[in-house]
T-cell receptor
Framework: NAGVTQTPKFRVLKTGQSMTLLCAQD?????MYWYRQDPGMGLRLIHY???????AKGEVPDGYNVSRLKKQNFLLGLESAAPSQTSVYFC??????????FGSGTRLTVV | AQSVTQPDIHITVSEGASLELRCNYS??????LFWYVQSPGQGLQLLLK????DTLVQGIKGFEAEFKRSQSSFNLRKPSVHWSDAAEYFC????????????WGAGTKLIIKP
């Protein structure tokens, strides 16, 4: 089925460890986004991309890096994980129509 | 400043009753408006969207929303809710000239009473 696939679905990290979250979409969408969702805080945009090879900062970019080497993939990296990065991470993509398609999320716990 | 307000954090409705979830926005450009639903442990799913034209928009699962420019509102409605509608609902606004970046409301959690 067409859509947005996020891997992994769950992960536990120790403080200071690094990891990469992968987002893949097969809808040929130009725009891709990484959000974090925390209780009572709604969705907050971390980074986004408007096309292959481009990235830009969102509302809460500190502590995260991203890359979009291929149009279908958008990677989110945590270089040195902190407990404050415990969250549920969602990737989304959109085309010219503007409606987002979301992945099912990655639940990350940093201990 | 651009913003989306969902005034109700929680709403409790009896099964079979009608539903209205409120959404107000503040946005400088001509807005595109969206409603998404998130079931527990799931990602967000698009319910409906408004770009232009008829201000009453039909969506999936029997939902509809009405765009009222004079009130800067885009309220979501359903005539008769089902227990499976229990979820969190998010309103969002965006525009072409913002690269379709969406401004999100904080969400309204819908609780269904049997």
């Amino acid at each position: 089925n067409a859509g947005v696939t996020q891997t992994p679905k769950f992960r536990v990290l120790k403080t200071g460890q690094s990891m990469t979250l992968l987002c893949a979409q097969d809808m040929n969408h130009e725009y891709m986004y990484w959000y974090r969702q925390d209780p009572g805080m709604g969705l907050r945009l971390i980074h986004y991309s408007v096309g292959e090879g481009t990235t830009a900062k969102g509302e809460v970019p500190d502590g995260y890096n991203v890359s979009r080497l291929k149009k279908q993939n958008f990677l989110l990296g945590l270089e040195s994980a902190a407990p404050s990065q415990t969250s549920v991470y969602f990737c989304a993509s959109s085309g010219q129509g503007g409606g987002y398609t979301f992945g099912s999320g990655t639940r990350l716990t940093v201990v | 400043a651009q913003s989306v307000t969902q005034p109700d954090i929680h709403i409790t409705v009896s099964e079979g009753a009608s539903l209205e979830l409120r959404c107000n926005y503040s946005y400088g450009a001509t807005p595109y408006l969206f409603w998404y639903v998130q079931s527990p442990g799931q990602g967000l799913q698009l319910l409906l969207k408004y770009f232009s034209g008829d201000t009453l928009v039909q969506g999936i699962k029997g939902f509809e929303a009405e765009f009222k420019r004079s009130q800067s509102s885009f309220n979501l409605r359903k005539p008769s809710v089902h227990w499976s509608d229990a979820a969190e609902y998010f309103c969002a606004v965006g525009a072409v000239d913002s690269n379709y970046q969406l401004i999100w409301g904080a969400g309204t959690k819908l609780i269904i009473k049997p």
